[in-house]
């Protein structure tokens, strides 16, 4: 079972913030340290300093990393033009040495595009952007080197474009893709997805989105153990009930209802609760949303006394 530190540095968070957290989920042995992609805090967070783009946070995090995984949950495709975003993935993936993953959706989140100038099309024309995107980013990463990529859709045209600069990964870094739609999401899943990803959903309603993705990969002729499957899941892990409560309570929530929908407890529950998840749902990878950035003592507690209890 992979475990994943995943951040929400909206809600309030430097890069050196987040050069912490990452650093400390290298050194506790975690797989990998993902970040949001908003432009904009929300619920009751102050959002102090800002936020930090997600990409160019990438950048430097690539810089001065050597191990983990770094990606998006996920970047969207109303933010930025395809080209320029392939391009921008594809050097990271160079500036880390091929450690990029790239978690990709439609976009949802309306205030921020109000607050920044963004368009947030009608969701049909979202989701039919969002399929065109994934179409040419894929592509543009994969036309062997020395080639040009042409396309040409409703939304988007390229014409002979030199498809550079490549990724470090070949034929391109890992796609994720996910999110609860039941028609246009598993569909596309099936034809771009290395992994879907459920966040924050109950594991009935993460199992029936599997089995949706599963059933539209078999209909296309592939093969659905090619989609890794996994969750993301709100953390709160402490050593005792007091240490529990204390952790909820920093991030707004209450210990009781985290435990029911999220990933806390102390080291035992939380193993007994990944183990459901797997039974119930096949999940092999899990991203544990931390929420409280000043919190280095949790990534050590996890990595010590619940991964080491994963098959």
């Given at each position: 079972m992979d475990l994943r530190i995943f951040t929400e540095p909206q809600q309030g968070a430097s890069y050196d913030d987040q050069l912490r957290v990452a650093k400390a989920t290298e050194a506790a042995g975690y797989d990998a340290f993902f970040r949001s992609d908003h432009y904009l805090k929300m619920g009751s967070a102050?959002?102090?300093?800002?936020?930090?783009?997600?990409?160019?946070?990438?950048?430097?995090?690539?810089?001065?990393?050597?191990?983990?995984?770094?990606?998006?949950?996920?970047?969207?495709?109303?933010?930025?033009?395809?080209?320029?975003?392939?391009?921008?993935?594809?050097?990271?993936?160079?500036?880390?040495?091929?450690?990029?993953?790239?978690?990709?959706?439609?976009?949802?989140?309306?205030?921020?595009?109000?607050?920044?100038?963004?368009?947030?099309?009608?969701?049909?024309?979202?989701?039919?952007?969002?399929?065109?995107?994934?179409?040419?980013?894929?592509?543009?990463?994969?036309?062997?080197?020395?080639?040009?990529?042409?396309?040409?859709?409703?939304?988007?045209?390229?014409?002979?474009?030199?498809?550079?600069?490549?990724?470090?990964?070949?034929?391109?870094?890992?796609?994720?893709?996910?999110?609860?739609?039941?028609?246009?999401?598993?569909?596309?899943?099936?034809?771009?997805?290395d992994e879907f990803n459920l966040p924050f959903a109950d594991q009935e309603t993460a199992a029936a989105q599997f089995a949706r993705v599963e059933a539209a990969a078999q209909e296309i002729g592939r093969d659905p153990k090619e989609i890794l499957r996994s969750v993301a899941l709100v953390v709160g892990v402490g050593r005792d009930d007091a240490e529990v409560e204390r952790r909820a309570s920093a991030i707004g929530r209450d210990a009781e209802g985290l435990r029911k929908s999220g990933l806390a407890g102390t080291p035992a529950e939380v193993v007994d609760r990944i183990g459901q998840w797997r039974e119930k749902t096949g999940i092999t990878r899990v991203y544990l949303q931390l929420l409280d950035l000043s919190d280095l003592d949790q990534i050590d507690l996890i990595a010590s006394e619940v991964a080491p209890q994963l098959d």
């Open positions: 102050d959002g102090l300093p800002g936020p930090t783009d997600a990409w160019i946070s990438l950048a430097g995090l690539a810089r001065e990393t050597s191990r983990i995984r770094l990606g998006t949950l996920v970047t969207a495709a109303t933010f930025r033009h395809p080209g320029p975003l392939a391009i921008s993935v594809a050097q990271v993936d160079q500036m880390s040495g091929g450690r990029v993953e790239f978690g990709f959706g439609a976009g949802w989140y309306d205030a921020e595009h109000q607050a920044y100038g963004l368009t947030l099309p009608p969701l049909k024309e979202r989701f039919d952007r969002y399929a065109e995107q994934l179409e040419i980013i894929t592509g543009l990463w994969k036309t062997p080197a020395g080639e040009t990529y042409s396309f040409k859709g409703e939304h988007y045209t390229l014409t002979d474009s030199p498809a550079l600069p490549k990724p470090a990964q070949s034929p391109a870094p890992p796609v994720i893709i996910g999110g609860s739609g039941k028609k246009r999401t598993p569909a596309l899943a099936a034809r771009f997805a």
